[in-house]
């Protein structure tokens, strides 16, 4: 799965990718990223449907939906097929649009810090 198709060029010349980006300001790994493009693309689905689609250990699809989750990029719903002992949940993405306003809000509001101490870091 190719995670970052578009970079862009930072004044520095480095090139960066969304994901570059998402790194920094969320803390979000490739495989976090992975399992957030398969629930937009594909739907709610599972811990083990995730683990299978991804080709990833179940424990890792659960850290990355705990990460997502905290952000606000993932929902979760008791799933109500599943019957006695632990619950199983379904986990869902927020609709597209609602991540990129996120995105770009947060995005936004880390330039303004920046922007705020840089003048007293450079003195």
Do not use: H
């Amino acid at each position: 799965m190719e995670v970052q198709k578009f970079k862009v060029r930072l004044p520095s010349g480095k090139e960066v990718g969304l994901l570059d980006a998402l790194l920094f300001c969320y803390d979000i790994s490739d495989t976090d990223f992975k399992v957030l493009k398969e629930l937009i693309k594909n739907g709610p689905k599972n811990e083990d449907e995730l683990a299978a689609e991804l080709k990833l250990s179940k424990a890792s699809v659960n850290r990355s939906l705990n990460k997502l989750l905290s952000i606000g990029f993932v929902q979760r719903m008791k799933d109500q097929s599943s019957k006695g002992g632990r619950p199983r949940f379904i986990y869902s993405a927020i609709s597209s649009d609602e991540i990129v306003n996120k995105i770009s809000r947060d995005f936004e509001y880390c330039a303004k810090i920046f922007i705020s101490i840089t003048p007293a870091e450079l003195k």
